[in-house]
């Protein structure tokens, strides 16, 4: 399967399955891969809960 960057998932939702979206997430928090990664594991993938947990925007 492609790697379709015009279908994307949820905004409000994180998914750390495709690289682009990796890279899209960490430069929209300021945070590096595995600060990302380790908040998703904390929190879940919401974007809301990922914030609040880097305390960031």
Do not use: C, Q
């Not at 890279?23 to 300021?30: A, H, I, N, P």
Request: net charge negative.
């Amino acid at each position: 399967m492609s790697d379709d960057k015009n279908h994307t998932g949820s905004p409000d939702r994180i998914s750390l399955g495709e690289d682009h979206e990796i890279r899209d997430w960490t430069t929209s928090l300021g945070v590096s891969e595995s600060e990302l990664r380790e908040a998703v594991d904390a929190v879940g993938n919401s974007a809301g809960k990922v914030r609040e947990y880097l305390k960031v925007g």
